[in-house]
């Protein structure tokens, strides 16, 4: 059992992480409260979906193709919605629900609402000491360290990361130093979804496809900012882990059916009583 | 008043009566109208449309039901009770349909039961499970009398669920089940059973939401407890992840119960091949359940391209004939008349034999309706029990011993 809850807890603490980082970095940038976020993992799996079994792609460059399209769908959402409402947080609310809502809709029109799958890339399992863990998962735990790696490289190595970075810590003086603000906040944006559909391309193998999917991992992804507070990488990345094992305890040791509770408590008592969070800046300022 | 005014007057009064007339004479010639509700976009609810369609369509190349065609008309409810309000309203109110049938999730049908009771037109459900909408009738009979049903309750499932479960368990000396049950009305009466029949051999019993997405924790629960058979009883999406995590993930349990998913046609494909050795009860099956069930199947699987997946499959097809005979017994479209008309309804099906008891839910049984199940291998649906019916043997999955 306590096997069990370490290896499914850092597993799920893996994709929660990726989840997190997506929602956190537009939020931490652009000050977007993103709420179509959830919905771009559900556009990716579907995506990835179709790529498949519409045109015979194998899962691999589906993902990757799913992935980019996704990034470019966002930028355009950005562009065309956000944009003009941007100095707004409320009207900003209001609007990605819409998109998120839409999005819903048209994935039931054309999809209905029968689950679909998405095929795994490496089918089968192995023991890991007596627990069963398939392929798959362990292909999701690596894929989101290399992904977090290539993130923390990113923010710190290179000229555009340390834009990202000095925008969100401060607008106006990034602006006055020449920093092009409206370009980052787009490249924040186009990271933010890719990382929205790289979660929903790890997780729709061993899940299924729906219309509604994406409205769990955007409740995940706003408690881990909650928890994690804004602005520290490895706040969200520990915030990520203690709800995912948060959620493994309390599904094994009581019932799996409260998952979600557990997700909804953490973020009702950090936003009570911890409004700032455990690491860094506070979402409520 | 004018001579000319008072002929006026005359004229409307003579000519109201006769379009009136008119409109009756018309209703009485003009195609009986069946109301069918149910989830569309999803498969019970497509088995729902084409085995209805079908049925409506042979009936009408054979001259009809009293020298009338049948004309369907579709009403989506998403399986959503409040859409499927509205959905019967439109029916009755607007589109004015003769009786309704159809849907397979008890939570609609239960909210749709009154209404149609109250407006007194017959409901046939082809697919709902919940012993409530047939209790009604025995509470109420007054109010409750139209409504019918092709498909069993869940006692009923209960009953001969726990038989099967039984037989295997002794047939294989495996003691040790696991139950992983959705949260839902029409489960409740079997998670009961299963917990009073099973005693301590039940070493563990999982409930999950009908949108649940991931099993790997109640897999794992079931594995710790050193389960033999899980027995499922999931109708929603649950029944997806469950037979991929389950063959993934090696569980080393016996599969049977009840997976809606695990009925469809396209199950197979859904789990990429992983459903093999992966058993479900399936209401519906190739097999000589009796002489029109083969021949039908294969009609249905040449007009439609696949083979009739979901439950509501035979009962709808089913209920669609034994409406028309009730019907043509009762020589019109009076309710009251209908309800005699079903009651004395003894009709061979391609589902079995199908009287209604005192509640009007089927009798089952070998005689009647019989309890088959079916199991996936190399990508077909064989039929694996009762042993009267099987097409081919039970099969362990690869992993288990």
């Avoid at chain 1, 839409?102 to 998405?118: D, K």
């Avoid at chain 1, 059916?257 to 997700?263: E, Y």
């Amino acid at each position: 059992m306590l096997l069990d809850i370490v290896i499914f807890g850092t597993i799920w603490g893996a994709i929660y992480t990726i989840l997190a980082l997506g929602f956190t970095l537009i939020f931490g940038v652009a000050r977007i409260l993103n709420l179509a976020y959830g919905a771009m993992y559900m556009v990716a799996s579907y995506l990835i979906y179709s790529l498949v079994s519409g045109f015979g792609l194998s899962a691999v460059p589906a993902w990757l193709l799913a992935v980019a399209a996704t990034s470019l769908a966002g930028m355009a959402l950005y562009r065309v919605f956000i944009f003009p409402l941007r100095d707004s947080l409320g009207r900003v609310l209001i609007v990605t629900a819409g998109i998120a809502i839409f999005l819903q809709e048209v994935a039931v029109l054309v999809y209905s609402t029968e689950p679909r799958y998405v095929p795994t890339a490496l089918p089968g399992s192995l023991a890991i000491l007596g627990v069963r863990v398939t392929h798959q998962q362990l292909l999701t735990l690596a894929v989101a360290a290399v992904l977090v790696f290539l993130l923390h490289a990113f923010l710190v190595r290179t000229r555009l990361g340390r834009e990202l970075r000095a925008v969100a810590q401060d607008t106006e003086m990034a602006a006055l130093m020449g920093i092009p603000v409206e370009r980052t906040y787009l490249l924040a944006m186009a990271l933010s979804t890719a990382l929205a559909a790289a979660a929903g391309a790890l997780v729709a193998p061993f899940l299924t496809v729906n219309p509604e999917m994406g409205w769990s991992p955007l409740l995940v992804a706003f408690t881990i900012v909650v928890l994690g507070g804004l602005g520290s990488l490895w706040g969200t990345i520990a915030a990520a882990f203690i709800v995912a094992y948060a959620e493994m305890l309390t599904a094994f040791l009581i019932s799996p059916q409260l998952r979600d509770v557990v997700t909804f408590g953490i973020m009702i008592f950090t936003l009570a009583f911890r409004p700032h969070g455990l690491f860094g800046k506070g979402i409520v300022e | 008043m004018s001579r000319s005014r008072l002929a006026h007057i005359l004229c409307i009064a003579l000519v109201l009566p006769a379009l009136a007339l008119g409109t009756a004479a018309l209703a009485q010639t003009g195609p009986i109208k069946i109301g069918v509700i149910g989830p569309f976009k999803l498969t019970p609810g497509r088995d729902i449309q084409e085995a209805s369609t079908l049925a409506v369509e042979e009936i009408n190349a054979a001259g009809g039901v009293l020298g009338r065609k049948l004309e369907l008309v579709f009403a989506e409810t998403e399986a959503n009770p409040e859409k499927g309000k509205t959905a019967v309203e439109r029916l009755l109110f607007v589109d004015k349909v003769d009786v309704i049938i159809g849907e397979h999730r008890s939570e609609v049908a239960l909210a749709v039961q009154p209404i149609i009771a109250e407006n007194k037109k017959i409901f046939l459900s082809t697919g709902t499970a919940s012993p409530l909408l047939s209790e009604n009738v025995l509470k109420d009979y007054d109010k409750y009398k139209y409504y019918f049903r092709t498909f069993l309750n869940s006692n009923q499932m209960a009953e001969h669920m726990i038989k099967q479960l039984g037989e295997m368990m002794t047939t294989y000396k495996k003691d040790k089940v696991a139950v992983i049950a959705e949260t839902a009305v029409w489960v409740e009466p079997i998670v009961d059973s299963l917990k009073s029949t099973l005693g301590s051999r039940l070493v563990a019993l999982e409930r999950v939401s009908t949108n649940a997405k991931d099993m790997s924790v109640e897999l794992s629960r079931v594995q710790n407890a050193n389960a033999q058979i899980v027995f499922a009883i999931l109708s929603a999406d649950a029944g997806l992840p469950f037979a991929r995590q389950w063959a993934d993930r090696q569980i080393p349990a016996l599969v049977t119960g009840y997976t809606v998913m695990a009925q469809s046609d396209r199950f197979w494909e859904q789990t990429e091949g992983r459903a093999q050795a992966f058993m479900t009860w399936k209401h519906g099956v190739r097999a000589p359940i009796s002489p029109k069930t083969i021949p039908y199947w294969d009609r249905y699987a040449k007009k439609y391209g696949h083979i009739p997946g979901a439950y509501t499959n035979f009962a709808t097809y089913d209920g669609v004939y034994i409406l028309a005979d009730a019907i043509r017994r009762a020589g019109n479209l009076d309710s009251d008349a209908l309800v005699k008309a079903l009651e004395a309804t003894d009709y061979i099906g391609v589902s079995g034999r199908i009287k209604f008891s005192k509640r009007h839910d089927p009798e089952a049984g070998p005689e009647f309706v019989p309890f088959t199940y079916i199991q996936w291998s190399k990508g077909e649906m064989v039929t694996v029990w009762p042993p009267a019916m099987k097409t081919a043997d039970f099969a362990f999955p690869a992993w288990v011993k």
